[in-house]
């Protein structure tokens, strides 16, 4: 058997939340120490609310302290909406952490979508990869960049980020960031990092809770077919670099190994 993703799953989501502060904080410890700067992309959905239980938590010891005025945090994926509109990505995260990080912690570098393109997901697209190249390329030329970190979830169809099933944006190969007009879910018109940039990750950390999930894992960590949804793709050829931090309820009756605690 080759390398797998590492399945966590928790009893409560105190526990859960107190895992994935230390898994983030490692990747920081890690980022930092490469190039003194923590690059993340994080997702929608419900995975904010997630975020800020784990990382507005107070701190308990001299190592587990965390620097927000060295994060550099992008957007997994968007929707083509003023920042203020309820459907922003920006404005959950806004709501549910950037807006209550004690002054202490600092604050980090958040890059949100130019809305002066928000009729044209291309241009959108376009101009959030110029966003990416200015972090990640400088006067250099990367073929992709290359997150210390990217927070994801999993949709009840297995898509993550703006990456849906059977869409032609699953085969995009050479763009960092795609331009989506015809999104399944509402609104239709988004920008979403590629496969290729999500995998390239150094690590990727799915957060999914609760019974409404329980199916869709057991499709991407059981079947065959699973591994052909966005999530599975991301599994497949994440391997280890790929975590998931579950509840008890989402992967009930799930065969695919657990591991242990953090």
């Known amino acids: 058997m080759g390398k797998q993703p590492h399945l966590?799953?928790?009893?409560?989501?105190?526990?859960?939340?107190?895992?994935?502060?230390?898994?983030?904080?490692?990747?920081?410890?890690?980022?930092?120490?490469?190039?003194e700067v923590f690059k993340l992309?994080?997702?929608?959905?419900?995975?904010p609310k997630t975020l800020a239980k784990a990382l507005l938590a107070q701190s308990t010891s001299s190592d587990d302290n965390i620097e927000f005025s060295k994060w550099e945090i992008f957007f997994a994926d968007e929707r083509l909406v003023p920042l203020e509109h309820e459907d922003s990505n920006y404005r959950l995260l806004k709501d549910e952490l950037l807006d209550r990080i004690p002054s202490e912690y600092g604050s980090p570098v958040v890059h949100s979508i130019n809305t002066d393109h928000l009729d044209n997901a291309q241009e959108a697209a376009d101009d959030y990869m110029d966003k990416l190249r200015d972090s990640f390329a400088k006067k250099d030329s990367v073929k992709l960049p290359i997150f210390d970190l990217l927070?994801?979830?999993?949709?009840?169809?297995?898509?993550?980020?703006?990456?849906?099933?059977?869409?032609?944006?699953?085969?995009?190969?050479?763009?960092?960031?795609?331009?989506?007009?015809?999104s399944p879910k509402p609104p239709s018109q988004r920008i979403t990092l590629t496969l290729p940039v999500v995998i390239s990750g150094l690590k990727i950390a799915f957060v999914a809770t609760g019974a409404g999930k329980r199916d869709i894992m057991?499709?991407?960590?059981?079947?065959?077919?699973?591994?052909?949804?966005?999530?599975?793709?991301?599994?497949?050829?994440?391997?280890?670099k790929v975590s998931w931090?579950?509840?008890e309820a989402a992967v009930e009756g799930v065969r695919f190994p657990r591991r242990g605690n953090l």
Not at 162 to 181: C, T
């Open 245 to 247: 931090f579950t509840d």
């Open 151 to 182: 927070l994801l979830g999993c949709g009840p169809d297995g898509h993550t980020c703006s990456l849906f099933p059977k869409h032609d944006l699953l085969n995009e190969k050479d763009a960092w960031v795609g331009a989506i007009e015809d």
């Open 8 to 35: 966590y799953t928790f009893s409560e989501a105190d526990t859960l939340a107190r895992s994935l502060r230390k898994y983030i904080l490692d990747c920081q410890s890690n980022a930092l120490q490469r190039h």
């Open 218 to 240: 057991q499709q991407i960590l059981d079947s065959d077919d699973g591994r052909s949804l966005p999530c599975g793709l991301v599994n497949e050829q994440g391997a280890e």
């Open 41 to 47: 992309a994080v997702s929608g959905g419900s995975l």
